[in-house]
């Protein structure tokens, strides 16, 4: 079992930065892969940036070269930093943990459905 609980959600202007972060408890972190979500109102869940174990990280290409995702194992956390944030950015955002299997290729783990846990999310707003 993986508890995940995140942080670091609030309010920022258009431009400016927040850092989010993800605590995991339970034994499984150090055999999953890493990933962030998010989902604006009125729309599905989406794939932000993922970190495999041997941290390879892959993102969507609208978060590229703004968003950066890393993992902690010694302390069981994975961060999303998200730079130069804009108005569409805004959503509720999910920590997720896939428990990963040799052989799995990076873009598989885009799909939320290989997704075994979930955080509560927290919610970012980004105002113009």
């Known amino acids: 079992q993986v508890q995940l609980v995140e942080s670091g959600g609030g309010l920022v202007q258009a431009g400016g930065s927040l850092r989010l972060s993800c605590a995991a408890s339970?034994?499984?972190?150090?055999?999953?892969?890493m990933g962030w979500f998010r989902q604006a109102a009125g729309k599905e869940r989406e794939f932000v940036a993922v970190v495999k174990r041997s941290g390879i990280t892959s993102y969507v290409d609208s978060v590229k070269d703004r968003f950066t995702i890393s993992r902690d194992n010694a302390k069981n956390t994975v961060a999303l930093q998200m730079n130069s944030l804009k108005p569409e950015d805004t959503a509720v955002y999910y920590c997720?943990?896939?428990?990963?299997?040799?052989?799995?290729?990076?873009?598989?783990?885009?799909?939320?459905?290989?997704?075994?846990?979930w955080g509560q999310g927290t919610q970012v707003t980004v105002s113009s």
């Open positions: 997720a943990a896939a428990i990963e299997f040799s052989g799995v290729a990076i873009g598989s783990f885009t799909r939320s459905s290989l997704y075994n846990y």
């Open positions: 339970g034994a499984t972190f150090s055999r999953s892969a």
